[in-house]
């Protein structure tokens, strides 16, 4: 099984400075790899895919990057609606695992 | 636009088994695979398994001697078969649809059940 580890697990950005996120997976998972969003008491929300495609109706300012073991989400400009907490996802082979979530919070 | 909805049980006792049904509404489920994904309160998210409109089925090994999954396409539901339950199996289950590319992303969910295991 593939382990995904997130970081930071908490992190506390003003509104309007940039967020960038970190995945890691255990072993290559290419570019199999998918962010999520997901507010509290919400299902997630589809944001990246591929690692860096954006999924219909994300905002340009959610950006994905990295291949391998690398990730990283970034969002260039927090506005509100952005605190929350992020979940990548590998798809490289079974099972499907998730990270352990980063929490972006307002500082 | 696909929609997703939970539906069963909200409390189920232990060694007992969790049943839930997913509703596909805006489209056919005789596409794409479907799936069952769950979250502990206060914890991340863990695949449970899918299955295709013909019956196909894949499982998370770490629950696969427990989980079935069926398909009732008559219907347009899917549904999820937990047996033996335990308190760690408390959580807010989720069906999502998988992408229609070729890759085992999930597009739509529903907005999640909490199942609670408690006698």
């Known amino acids: 099984e593939i382990v995904m580890t997130q970081s930071p697990a908490t992190l506390s950005v003003s509104p309007g400075e940039r967020a960038t996120l970190s995945c890691r997976a255990s072993?290559?998972?290419?570019?199999?790899l998918a962010w999520y969003q997901q507010e509290p008491g919400q299902a997630p929300r589809l944001l990246i895919y591929?690692?860096?495609t954006r999924a219909t109706g994300i905002p340009a300012r959610f950006s994905g990057s990295g291949s391998g073991t690398e990730f990283t989400l970034t969002i260039s400009s927090l506005q509100s609606e952005d605190f929350a907490v992020y979940y990548c996802?590998?798809?490289?082979?079974?099972?499907?695992?998730f990270g352990g979530g980063t929490k972006v919070e307002i500082k | 636009q696909v929609q997703l909805q939970e539906s069963g049980p909200g409390l189920v006792k232990p060694s007992e088994t969790l049943s839930l049904t997913c509703t596909v509404s805006?489209?056919?489920?005789?596409?794409?695979?479907w799936n069952w994904i769950r979250q502990p309160p206060g914890k991340g998210l863990e695949w449970i398994g899918n299955?295709?409109?013909?019956?196909?089925?894949n499982y998370n090994p770490s629950l696969k001697s427990r989980v079935t999954i069926s398909v009732d396409t008559s219907r347009n539901q899917f549904s999820l078969n937990l047996n033996s339950v335990t308190a760690a199996d408390t959580a807010v289950y989720y069906c999502?649809?998988?992408?229609?590319?070729?890759?085992?992303?999930?597009?739509?969910w529903g907005r999640g059940t909490l199942v609670t295991v408690s006698s």
């Open positions: 591929g690692a860096s």
């Open positions: 072993q290559s998972v290419s570019s199999n």
């Open positions: 999502a649809k998988k992408s229609g590319d070729a890759y085992w992303y999930f597009d739509f």
């Open positions: 299955i295709y409109y013909s019956g196909s089925t």
């Open positions: 996802q590998h798809y490289n082979n079974w099972p499907l695992t």
């Open positions: 805006g489209g056919s489920i005789s596409s794409y695979y």
